[in-house]
């Protein structure tokens, strides 16, 4: 990293404050924003009167735990401006979620919410060393959801050239990647996956480019998914994670140790929930991931759940940066199978995949159900055209392994069918992993 680029030396110094000075400015800005939504908002206020409490209860963060929470349906129930803050004339811009689980949700930005925003992905990028030097590719799609331009605006204020892909156009994703000179890109794991694979596919060889770096997120991935796209391609793959509630992606991303993204804390206050009480857990217990924007003005959150479940790491980074780490996503709550009353995710199912030699990252999980009301579950995998080629029983061997595999880390018997070379649709933004035909 260049340490003589002021802008990138002077971007990183939130991330190593003594804790008491990050619990101190995180309380100053938790009281201006408590103050300023329940002034502006009418929809909070009243949310706070039916819980009984008034921003002068709350006198330290520890009190934060009495106020109330807010989930997505209560972003929908307000769409698409109900919760704005601010004057519509202030607003600068305008997102939305992908609406992966329903109708999405509107999130409108004033300039300083862009400018925070933006900070905190150059703070990630620029952690890992990205610089001025560097030439980034952004594969996330550009428009409402906010991958594209928000990975876009990172790059760009550190000073490094960016390339505007966008989703799609898969070869020629490739090649201008050769061709520019492309040291480090952003998209879903996914979509890196489909990349690894069409490269296979045109005897495209990684070695003839200069990427050394990827920041891969939107969804869920595992570390057996990383340390395939690592190898294969040769590059780090750093975890990138945010929601368009609360800013989009960048609201926590990997150290050069990656062992969990860490939390840009200074503007996202996060907490863990039980699920069940939504009483707050101490850091290690795994919960509910809840964040409350300490900076946003366009339509600040206090107490935003996501879904996402995960625990706050109680020990400290190798890179002695005091903002906290999250481990990876297991799941998020909505995306929780019960099968035969056991809890399978899609990511234990990834995990088991590819812990087997030879193994693909191309699969899919189908839900149905049997006239008698029984769930059923079958994993799709695709074989790589190597594999295709293999004897019979080789094959077979190999789906045994997978079911094995599967059975081991989920406790149950799952079926697991192999399907031949692209047989999985592709994405080009965040994977399908699920097709859930039990109501059909
Ligand atoms: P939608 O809920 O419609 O998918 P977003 O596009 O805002 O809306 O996606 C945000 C969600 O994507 C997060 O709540 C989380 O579930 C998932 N996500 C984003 N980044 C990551 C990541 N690095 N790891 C796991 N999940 C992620
Ligand atoms: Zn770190």
């Known amino acids: 990293m260049c340490t003589c680029h002021p802008r990138i030396n002077a971007i990183n110094s939130p991330d190593y404050l003594p804790v008491e000075i990050l619990r101190k400015l995180q309380w100053q800005?938790?009281?201006?924003?408590?103050?300023?939504?329940?002034?502006?908002?009418?929809?909070?206020?009243?949310?706070?009167?039916?819980?009984?409490?008034?921003?002068?209860?709350?006198?330290?963060?520890?009190?934060?735990?009495?106020?109330?929470?807010?989930?997505?349906?209560?972003?929908?129930?307000?769409?698409?401006?109900?919760?704005?803050?601010?004057?519509?004339?202030?607003?600068?811009?305008?997102?939305?979620?992908?609406?992966?689980?329903?109708?999405?949700?509107?999130?409108?930005?004033?300039?300083?919410?862009?400018?925070?925003?933006?900070?905190?992905?150059?703070?990630?990028?620029?952690?890992?060393?990205?610089?001025?030097?560097?030439?980034?590719?952004?594969?996330?799609?550009?428009?409402?959801?906010?991958?594209?331009?928000?990975?876009?605006?990172?790059?760009?204020?550190?000073?490094?050239?960016?390339?505007?892909?966008?989703?799609?156009?898969?070869?020629?994703?490739?090649?201008?990647?050769?061709?520019?000179?492309?040291?480090?890109?952003?998209?879903?794991?996914?979509?890196?996956?489909?990349?690894?694979?069409?490269?296979?596919?045109?005897?495209?060889?990684?070695?003839?480019?200069?990427?050394?770096?990827?920041?891969?997120?939107?969804?869920?991935?595992?570390?057996?998914?990383?340390?395939?796209?690592?190898?294969?391609?040769?590059?780090?793959?750093?975890?990138?994670?945010?929601?368009?509630?609360?800013s989009g992606p960048g609201v926590a991303l990997d150290c050069v140790y990656q062992s969990g993204p860490h939390i840009f804390e200074d503007h996202f206050y996060p907490e863990i929930l039980d699920p069940d009480t939504l009483e707050p857990v101490p850091d290690g217990e795994y919960g509910e991931l809840t964040f409350t924007t300490l900076d946003k003005q366009g339509m600040p959150l206090i107490r935003y759940r996501t879904r996402d479940i995960t625990r706050l790491i109680p020990e400290k980074c190798e890179c002695g940066r005091t903002i906290r780490r999250f481990d990876r996503i297991s799941h998020r709550s909505d995306d929780m199978m019960i099968i035969r009353g056991v809890n399978v995710f899609p990511g234990q199912i990834e995990a088991a995949l590819l812990s087997v030699e030879g193994a693909v990252p191309h699969y899919q999980i189908l839900l149905t159900r049997d006239a008698s009301g029984l769930d059923n579950i079958e994993v799709q995998v695709e074989i790589s055209a190597d594999k295709f080629s293999d004897t019979h029983r080789e094959i077979d061997q190999f789906q045994k392994q997978v079911a094995a595999k599967i059975q081991h880390v989920t406790g149950i018997r799952i079926g697991v069918s192999l399907v031949e070379p692209g047989r999985i649709p592709r994405s080009e933004g965040k994977a399908r992993r699920v097709i859930d035909n039990r109501n059909k």
């Open 29 to 246: 800005k938790f009281q201006a924003v408590l103050n300023f939504t329940y002034s502006n908002v009418p929809w909070y206020r009243e949310k706070m009167k039916e819980k009984g409490v008034k921003p002068e209860d709350i006198r330290s963060l520890d009190d934060v735990r009495y106020l109330p929470t807010i989930v997505k349906t209560d972003l929908r129930d307000t769409y698409p401006f109900g919760m704005l803050a601010v004057d519509m004339k202030d607003i600068v811009r305008v997102h939305a979620s992908s609406g992966t689980t329903g109708k999405p949700i509107v999130l409108p930005y004033t300039r300083r919410d862009l400018e925070v925003w933006t900070e905190a992905v150059a703070r990630g990028m620029a952690g890992v060393g990205i610089t001025s030097e560097d030439v980034l590719q952004v594969s996330y799609g550009y428009g409402l959801f906010t991958g594209g331009l928000g990975a876009h605006q990172g790059g760009e204020f550190l000073g490094a050239t960016v390339v505007p892909m966008s989703g799609g156009n898969t070869e020629r994703q490739l090649n201008l990647m050769r061709d520019f000179g492309v040291t480090a890109i952003a998209c879903t794991p996914s979509y890196f996956v489909h990349l690894i694979s069409k490269a296979e596919e045109m005897g495209f060889d990684w070695k003839e480019t200069k990427l050394r770096l990827g920041f891969f997120g939107a969804e869920p991935w595992t570390n057996e998914m990383r340390r395939n796209i690592e190898e294969i391609a040769g590059i780090k793959a750093y975890d990138i994670y945010g929601l368009t509630e609360i």
